[in-house]
Nanobody
Framework: VQLQASGGGTVQAGGSLTLSCAAS????????MGWFRQAPGKERVLIAA????????YYADSVKGRFTVSRDNAKKTVYLQMNSLKPEDTAVYYC????????????????????WGQGTLVTVSS
């Protein structure tokens, strides 16, 4: 499966952005999704994840209450709505996918994901 992330840009602190991740290729299987980010000089970390049918989600503490992950399987797209953005949210954001047999399962480790998008840069100015 190929993933294309989009929606990044520059926004002022307190603003909002919505990232999208469109899947193509072998999408006939069920797959769980995750959003990661990598800030300059730091490791890539998981910030949100969603199950295949969207009934379970995971958020890192750093974004809980501000970010919302959702998906539209008919459109083969996963979204990350980011509100109340802070300068420390500045990073390259990546979407990732992995096939799953469990429709309600979320995956919270980077090495559990098999497919990665190219990343989209989010810059939050103070």
């Amino acid at each position: 499966v190929q993933l294309q992330a989009s929606g990044g840009g520059t926004v002022q602190a307190g603003g909002s952005l919505t990232l999208s991740c469109a899947a193509s290729g072998r999408t006939e299987y069920t797959y769980a999704m995750g959003w990661f980010r990598q800030a300059p000089g730091k490791e890539r970390v998981l910030i949100a994840a969603i199950s295949w049918i969207g009934d379970n989600t995971y958020y890192a503490d750093s974004v809980k209450g501000r970010f919302t992950v959702s998906r539209d399987n008919a459109k083969k797209t996963v979204y990350l709505q980011m509100n109340s953005l802070k300068p420390e949210d500045t990073a390259v954001y990546y979407c990732a996918a992995r096939y799953t047999h469990g429709s309600s399962y979320v995956y919270t480790k980077g090495d559990e994901y098999s497919y990665w998008g190219q990343g989209t840069l989010v810059t939050v100015s103070s």
